[in-house]
């Protein structure tokens, strides 16, 4: 799968991740040679990650070897997306809990593991909920008592705010809930509806029996071989 995706206007463009946000001096070194020789420009975009646009096909070429070599992480599509993460308790006087630390437990498990459609998770490291946990697919609001977990949220033309699936979740648990929410996505999704979330799942199978396979803190074996327990 090739990172560098063509725009609108015949333009190519490449998405980079990051884990929890965080963003390394030699990463930066890369991305401002790219913006300088290949007349590239930068977009910060709304999920934390940084999008290089106006590469011509050759110059997007250059700039992955270069990208390459430093061994970043890219954004492909039906993969489970890098969390949105704010900053947490090592930072902020608010936080709760250690979303930073969260947030890269949940990349290295779960980076490009294969989804039917979008998976989008957040973790907010208290109730302000700055990572904007209840409008994700699984969103994750630090408390004193660890994590309160909601499920179904959704932004766009017609948004949501996700339900209440669990409260007080230590942060191991908060892994298994993932894992089983996305091998249910799989054996629950439809092919023949397009563009199906989890808020669809949980329509379909109704909030209760959804937080009943999900809480039961038992892994859910997937029928999919791109599931999490097929990897």
């Known amino acids: 799968m090739k990172p560098a995706m063509i725009q609108t206007n ?7 991740e990051f884990v929890s946000g ?6 930066l070194d890369a991305i401002n040679s790219i913006v300088k020789e290949e007349g590239a420009r930068i977009h910060l ?4 990650k940084i999008m290089l646009l106006d590469l011509s096909k050759k110059s997007a070429k250059r700039a992955k070897e270069r990208l390459d070599a430093l061994d970043v992480n890219y954004k492909f599509p039906k993969q489970v997306y890098q969390p949105k993460v704010c900053v947490g308790s090592a930072y902020c006087r608010l936080g709760l809990t250690d979303t930073l630390g969260l947030g890269e437990r949940i990349y290295e498990k779960y980076a490009h593991v294969e989804i039917p459609y979008k998976l989008k998770i957040a973790v907010s490291g208290c109730p302000a909920s700055c990572a904007g946990s209840t409008l994700a697919d699984i969103g994750f ?7 309160q977990v909601y499920a179904g949220g959704k932004s766009g033309m017609n948004p949501g705010a996700g339900k209440l699936l669990a409260k007080s979740v230590s942060e191991n648990s908060t892994l298994q809930i993932i894992e089983n929410v996305i091998n249910l996505y799989h054996d629950n999704y439809d092919p023949g509806e397009k563009g199906q979330r989890i808020f669809h799942i949980i329509e379909k199978m109704g909030f209760d029996k959804f937080k009943t396979f999900i809480t039961t803190m038992e892994p859910i074996q997937s029928k999919s071989k791109a599931a999490c327990g097929r990897l």
């Open 141 to 147: 609001i630090g408390r004193n008592s660890g994590y």
């Open 45 to 48: 975009t709304t999920s934390q």
């Open 10 to 16: 015949g333009s190519y463009a490449i998405i980079l």
């Open 22 to 27: 965080l963003i390394e001096a030699p990463f």
